[in-house]
């Protein structure tokens, strides 16, 4: 007997199509979403434990003068670079003539570049705070620099490398300097220990040179070979870099006692050669701004701080028959400090008396100021009887105005004139100063006591526009005082 399929056939019949049997893709999905996971896991935990997970590494600019220009990594094009601007492993930096910056690194690591200088951040890491790698590769100028020992002494796993291409300096706590030119390399180590690998053309490492506190190294052609032949290439570091202002700027900010300490030398070096010059009235007598005339000291201070502004022909300031080293033909401001361990501050009245001497040997009228020192061993008047302590207060009831040293206004009458889109305006203000506003904004940097502001015009900012600009100095004193001044700008877009 045969028995027919009970399925019927769907030929034939109009409008009608069989079923297809379903696909099981389940199975697949979940492979999928499996690797999918499985790779999202691998990513996480490689993000999550890899060297720099934490924020970027970076290096934090800041300009004390003149212009400087940045260039991505990967790139050819150069563009202006600003103060706080950040940078990371690959950007190249490079300053223009007369200029000097500095870097903040990692925390407290620092490096100063002059003017015509260019360099590159290699590489900037920090994998734990305990574990930081920073290369720096130096193409020309100059560089100093400080790095704490904390980070990158022999016992840390960390390291701060400059590189040239003739040499790479692996530095361990330490204050140094180098210069690089196109036929030589200048290595100078102030403070520490560091060492030097010296490399051949094509950069290997030919040997490797441990140079001590107040040592340098010269490194060109002719001693290369001398570190081939074994012979000793390093020399004292001489005094003319000590004392020279690109070392005592950069260490001021670091160990500014030290610095007074070798200043203070140098003036009474200097003082020695002064000539004496006859006074012309045609060149103006330096201002004192502070410290107050009359202002007592207690017997516990150690420096005063005298200083205040100077005349435009200005070539040298003198106080008190010494020519301050720090003081630049141009510079607008002084400064002078008055030290009872050097002798130049004295028990009872101290006079300061500040001339300036012009290129041509013009000698200007003198400034004075008298003030008195509360010295424990003031010997007593036996014809007098004991006074009582003098009132502080009563020297402190005048509040100078802000003086406005940059930019300089070669008509007082007329607003200064720029086409830059960037201006910077600085100066000095009362050393009672609390505050200072500049069109009612707060500068954020400025500290009660500091005798210096700063703010920076950028039209990119918009707190400065096409036109005449007028910024207007307010400082804000004790007891509700303030004192104000105004600048002028006028600002013409070059493009």
């Known amino acids: 007997?045969?028995?027919?399929?009970?399925?019927?056939?769907?030929?034939?019949?109009?409008?009608?199509?069989?079923?297809?049997?379903?696909?099981?893709?389940?199975?697949?999905?979940?492979?999928?979403?499996?690797?999918?996971?499985?790779?999202?896991?691998?990513?996480?935990?490689?993000?999550?434990?890899?060297?720099?997970?934490?924020?970027?590494?970076?290096?934090?600019?800041?300009?004390?003068?003149?212009?400087?220009?940045?260039?991505?990594?990967?790139?050819?094009?150069?563009?202006?670079?600003?103060?706080?601007?950040?940078?990371?492993?690959?950007?190249?930096?490079?300053?223009?003539?007369?200029?000097?910056?500095?870097?903040?690194?990692?925390?407290?690591?620092?490096?100063?570049?002059?003017?015509?200088?260019?360099?590159?951040?290699?590489?900037?890491?920090?994998?734990?705070?305990?574990?930081?790698?920073?290369?720096?590769?130096?193409?020309?100028?100059?560089?100093?620099?400080?790095?704490?020992?904390?980070?990158?002494?022999?016992?840390?796993?960390?390291?701060?490398?400059?590189?040239?291409?003739?040499?790479?300096?692996?530095?361990?706590?330490?204050?140094?300097?180098?210069?690089?030119?196109?036929?030589?390399?200048?290595?100078?180590?102030?403070?520490?220990?560091?060492?030097?690998?010296?490399?051949?053309?094509?950069?290997?490492?030919?040997?490797?040179?441990?140079?001590?506190?107040?040592?340098?190294?010269?490194?060109?052609?002719?001693?290369?070979?001398?570190?081939?032949?074994?012979?000793?290439?390093?020399?004292?570091?001489?005094?003319?870099f000590q004392e020279s202002e690109w070392h005592l700027q950069n260490l001021e900010n670091f160990a500014p006692q030290e610095v007074a300490q070798i200043r203070r030398k140098i003036e009474v070096t200097a003082s020695r050669n002064q000539p004496d010059l006859a006074v012309d009235t045609s060149l103006a007598a330096p201002e004192i701004l502070s410290p107050e005339p009359e202002a007592h000291f207690p017997s516990t201070t150690e420096t005063v701080t005298i200083e205040g502004t100077a005349p435009q022909e200005a070539f040298q300031i003198i106080v008190n028959g010494y020519t301050l080293t720090k003081f630049r033909p141009g510079d607008r401001k002084w400064t002078y400090f008055a030290s009872r361990k050097f002798g130049t501050l004295l028990p009872g009245e101290n006079i300061y008396s500040v001339i300036a001497v012009s290129r041509d040997g013009k000698r200007s009228d003198e400034s004075t100021v008298r003030i008195f020192y509360e010295g424990t061993d003031i010997p007593p008047k036996a014809t007098a009887p004991a006074e009582p302590a003098p009132d502080l207060d009563a020297t402190i009831d005048s509040f100078s105005a802000?003086?406005?040293?940059?930019?300089?206004?070669?008509?007082?009458?007329?607003?200064?004139?720029?086409?830059?889109?960037?201006?910077?305006?600085?100066?000095?203000?009362?050393?009672?100063?609390?505050?200072?506003?500049?069109?009612?904004?707060?500068?954020?940097?400025?500290?009660?006591?500091?005798?210096?502001?700063e703010y920076t015009a950028n039209a990119q900012y918009g707190n400065m526009s096409a036109g005449e600009n007028t910024y207007r100095i307010v400082a804000f004193g004790p007891d509700g005082k303030t004192a104000k001044t105004e600048i002028q700008v006028l600002y013409t877009p070059t493009q």
């Open 402 to 453: 802000p003086v406005i040293l940059d930019p300089v206004l070669p008509d007082p009458t007329k607003p200064y004139a720029t086409g830059d889109p960037v201006l910077v305006i600085s100066g000095l203000v009362d050393p009672k100063t609390n505050a200072v506003e500049v069109n009612d904004y707060r500068l954020q940097k400025f500290e009660p006591g500091d005798t210096e502001f």
């Open 1 to 240: 007997m045969m028995y027919r399929s009970s399925r019927r056939r769907s030929v034939g019949k109009p409008g009608f199509r069989p079923r297809r049997r379903r696909r099981n893709y389940a199975p697949l999905v979940v492979l999928v979403l499996g690797i999918l996971v499985l790779w999202g896991g691998i990513r996480f935990f490689q993000v999550l434990f890899s060297p720099g997970s934490g924020d970027v590494a970076s290096a934090v600019l800041q300009i004390h003068k003149g212009v400087t220009e940045f260039s991505l990594r990967e790139t050819e094009t150069w563009t202006r670079a600003y103060s706080d601007q950040e940078f990371l492993k690959g950007d190249t930096i490079r300053t223009m003539p007369n200029s000097r910056i500095s870097l903040s690194i990692l925390g407290g690591n620092t490096v100063f570049l002059s003017g015509d200088s260019v360099l590159r951040i290699e590489k900037l890491e920090q994998k734990s705070p305990e574990r930081k790698n920073i290369f720096l590769s130096l193409e020309q100028g100059e560089l100093w620099g400080t790095v704490t020992e904390d980070d990158f002494s022999e016992e840390r796993r960390s390291r701060f490398v400059v590189q040239t291409p003739r040499m790479e300096m692996h530095i361990r706590g330490t204050i140094f300097d180098i210069t690089s030119t196109a036929t030589e390399d200048t290595v100078r180590l102030l403070k520490g220990s560091a060492d030097i690998a010296v490399l051949n053309a094509e950069g290997d490492t030919i040997e490797t040179l441990e140079i001590g506190v107040g040592q340098k190294l010269v490194l060109n052609d002719v001693t290369r070979q001398k570190v081939l032949a074994g012979e000793d290439v390093l020399e004292m570091v001489d005094n003319s």
